[in-house]
């Protein structure tokens, strides 16, 4: 089982609708999640973090956490063309994990006009 | 722009021959990371340092890979007798390592590598 999950994708969805990203993480001792974007041929930018349990709200987008569950997600309202691209889940383990953060493999996205 | 800073941006080497990657972390900033990334892959962990100290470093990476980070502030990544393997793309990053963000990690643009 890997650490970090996620749906490779292409999520298609049309402009203006809701994308819908999950992400599983196997550490139950996990405190901190991060959402990135990373267009293609580009480096990973950070959208949002989110520490506690419930929903997060920033401009289109919404990171939700469920730690009983041991799932995150990222909802994008409004999608917009420009949100074409791979969205990566990372994880910061429990103690034992150290400091670093582990990432999912990406979900690619595509938002059609 | 006081972002993450790589150096070279690409890098093409023939096999056998050695690699060095240098990462300028956001000032301030005491937590440096190495990431590799490889196409439809996430960010795999390397290494990573507080100050000067690495203080973890992956299972998986090679003897061949070596990182420093001498006086605490810019790093290194040195990659030995390279391989076609280790085409892919090097990714600097840094936190600051304490605070209510403390662990939330900024990438730098990466460094490509392309052995042939």
């Known amino acids: 089982q890997k650490e970090v999950e996620q749906n490779s994708g292409p999520l298609s969805v049309p402009e203006g609708a809701i994308a819908s990203l999950n992400c599983t993480y196997s550490?139950?001792?996990?405190?901190?999640f991060f959402w990135y974007r990373q267009y293609s041929g580009k480096s990973p930018e950070l959208i949002m973090s989110?520490?506690?349990?419930g929903d997060k709200e920033d401009g289109r987008f919404t990171a939700q956490l469920n730690k009983a569950s041991q799932y995150v997600s990222l909802l994008i309202r409004d999608s917009q063309p420009s949100d074409s691209a791979t969205y990566l889940c990372?994880?910061?383990?429990?103690?034992?994990?150290?400091?670093?953060?582990?990432f999912g493999g990406g979900t690619r996205v595509l938002v059609k006009p | 722009d006081t972002g993450v800073s790589q150096d070279p941006r690409h890098k093409i080497t023939k096999r056998g021959q050695n690699v060095t990657f240098r990462c300028d972390p956001i000032s301030e900033h005491n937590r440096l990371y190495w990431y590799r990334q490889t196409l439809g892959q996430g960010p795999e962990f390397l290494t990573y340092?507080?100050?000067?100290?690495?203080?973890?470093k992956s299972r998986l990476l090679s003897d061949r890979f070596s990182a420093e980070r001498p006086k605490g502030s810019f790093s290194t990544l040195e990659i030995q007798r390279t391989e076609q393997g280790d085409s892919a793309m090097y990714l600097c990053?840094?936190?600051?390592?304490?605070?209510?963000?403390?662990?939330?990690?900024?990438f730098g643009e990466g460094s490509w590598l392309t052995v042939v």
């Open positions: 340092f507080q100050n000067e100290a690495q203080l973890e």
């Open positions: 990053a840094s936190s600051p390592g304490q605070g209510p963000s403390g662990n939330t990690i900024y």
């Open positions: 989110i520490y506690s349990n």
């Open positions: 550490d139950r001792g996990s405190q901190s």
């Open positions: 990372a994880v910061k383990g429990g103690w034992a994990a150290g400091n670093k953060l582990t």
